[in-house]
């Protein structure tokens, strides 16, 4: 499994307080079989992550990981907030794209109920050359939820649940349902710390959706779309 939104950088942002804490995150995620994590630092008014070092804290968690023996890759990232997204210059977006690959940024939307500005945002990001990974939808659901998490995916996006919210959904939940017609396309674990909050943990968000979704679906979600997005491969969403 690939986790494609973690904040396991220390000291940067509201994730791990310091190298230790990176490296439990890290043992978590091995533990759940999670074999590539990227590293998701906000990028957002109220965090001073410098992007242009992201990069170099990767190596070097990734650098002490390897000391500690813990078979977990790490790979560069960014939450890119809808609000700061138009301020990046286009190298900087270039480097928060997941994987480094430039293909994909994750975006964490708007305070509120998703709304016209990101489908709007989604469009001239499209228009940089960059697709849209929409992060925790969970959090902004308003009345038109189901048709706005629609109108992004035609605009190419793809939709990003907590993995530990999927885990929890009891049956008739509507995230199962929006699974079953296509608008859950990844899982990441949104995981700030081993001492508290969300683990670095995916496998029982996916064997919950295994409940309603079939296993060529699961292998999709799980393994082949993550992949392709930390290369860049831009492609289409399975209906």
């Known amino acids: 499994m690939i986790d494609l939104h973690c904040h396991i950088l220390p000291g940067l942002d ?16 091995q533990e ?3 074999a590539i994590v990227c590293a998701t630092p906000h990028i957002r008014h109220d965090h001073d992550v410098h992007i242009e070092e992201i990069a170099a804290r990767v190596a070097a968690v990734g650098e ?8 977990v890759r790490l790979r560069p990232g960014g939450e890119l907030a809808e609000t700061e997204a138009d301020r990046l210059s286009d190298a900087q977006l270039q480097l928060v ?13 708007a305070p509120g109920p998703l709304g016209k500005s990101l489908e709007a ?50 049956e ?12 859950v ?32 679906r699961i292998s999709w979600l799980a393994d082949w779309a993550p992949r392709a997005v930390l290369r860049g491969e831009r492609f289409a969403t399975l209906g």
């Open 172 to 183: 008739g939940d509507l995230v199962l349902r929006l699974a079953q017609d296509g608008l």
């Open 97 to 109: 794209a997941l994987g480094g690959a430039g293909g994909w940024v994750l975006l964490e939307p």
């Open 64 to 71: 002490a990981l390897a000391e500690q023996e813990i078979d």
């Open 121 to 170: 945002l989604v469009g001239r990001l499209a228009m940089r050359g960059v697709g849209v990974i929409v992060a925790h939808p969970e959090r902004h659901a308003g009345a038109d939820f189901e048709e706005r998490l629609q109108a992004l995916v035609n605009r190419g996006c793809l939709i990003q649940w907590t993995a530990e919210f999927v885990a929890q959904a009891a």
């Open 32 to 34: 759940d079989g999670i």
């Open 185 to 216: 396309h990844l899982l990441g674990s949104d995981a700030h710390s081993s001492h508290a909050g969300r683990p670095v943990r995916l496998a029982a968000g996916f064997a919950r959706l295994a409940t309603v979704c079939s296993p060529e």
């Open 14 to 29: 509201d994730g791990a307080r310091d190298l230790p804490d990176s490296v439990a995150m890290a043992r978590q995620a």
